[in-house]
Nanobody, 113 residues
Framework: QVQLVESGGGLVQAGGSLRLSCAAS????????MGWYRQAPGKQRELVAS???????RYLDSVKGRFTISRDNANNTVYLQMNNLKPEDTAVYYC???????WGQGTQVTVSS
């Protein structure tokens, strides 16, 4: 099993920045990929960014150039650096591992205009 714990969410003004962190524990050697999903009330969950053990990254079109996903394998931690935040980014952000097999508890990100 793998356990994931997110942190770093909060309320920011449009144009501001946040960095989300996700610490993995348990059988971390089994993790081959991690990612960040988000879900706003009344909207479908969407994959924001993902990263593999080889460092290959992919991003949702609407966050390209603004968000950066990175991974610290030594500390079993994945990050999501979010710059130039927009009100449309408001959502609960979830950390996932192994293509959404494992999920964190979620952290709220709210962006005011």
């Amino acid at each position: 099993q793998v356990q994931l714990v997110e942190s770093g969410g909060g309320l920011v003004q449009a144009g501001g920045s946040l960095r989300l962190s996700c610490a993995a524990s348990g059988n971390t050697y089994s993790i081959n990929a991690m990612g960040w999903y988000r879900q706003a009330p009344g909207k479908q969950r969407e994959l924001v960014a993902s990263i593999t053990n080889f460092g290959v990254t992919r991003y949702l079109d609407s966050v390209k150039g603004r968000f950066t996903i990175s991974r610290d394998n030594a500390n079993n931690t994945v990050y999501l650096q979010m710059n130039n935040l927009k009100p449309e980014d408001t959502a609960v952000y979830y950390c996932t591992a192994n293509w959404a097999v494992y999920w964190g508890q979620g952290t709220q990100v709210t962006v005011s205009s």
